[in-house]
């Protein structure tokens, strides 16, 4: 799990939407954008209600990728960057090495 530390607010989602860039995969939504504040990389997860409607399945999603997120990150510090992770399908019943991969790959791509 991501330290709370490099979790991104909600009160940044506004700069990350508007200044930010995009990248889009099969299952997720990208946006990243350069952040004043220091201490490194800075996430944030969405999983909208329309994937589930139950809070324990989202929840579920939500810690898996930021577990992904964490083994590739750790606590390592890098540029100061807010990253946002939309969901856009469902994948609670997707292995997670395909999830894992997915994620991997989005990330690389944008040189993240």
Do not use: C, D, W
């Not at 979790?7 to 930010?20: P, Y």
């Not at 997720?28 to 399945?57: D, E, M």
């Not at 929840?59 to 997120?69: D, E, G, S, V």
Request: aromatic share 8%; hydrophobic share 35%.
């Amino acid at each position: 799990m991501i330290p709370k530390s490099q979790r991104l607010h909600k009160k940044a989602f506004a700069e990350v939407f508007k200044n930010g860039k995009r990248g889009i995969s099969g299952f997720f939504s990208l946006y990243y954008s350069p952040i004043q504040k220091s201490g490194g990389r800075h996430f944030a997860v969405v999983v909208p209600k329309k994937i589930s409607s139950k809070a324990v399945s989202r929840n579920k999603i939500r810690r898996r990728i930021y577990h992904i997120l964490h083994q590739k990150y750790g606590n390592t510090s890098g540029s100061s960057m807010a990253i946002v992770l939309i969901l856009r399908k469902n994948v609670v019943s997707t292995p997670f090495s395909s999830v894992k991969s997915e994620v991997e790959s989005l990330l690389s791509k944008n040189n993240l």
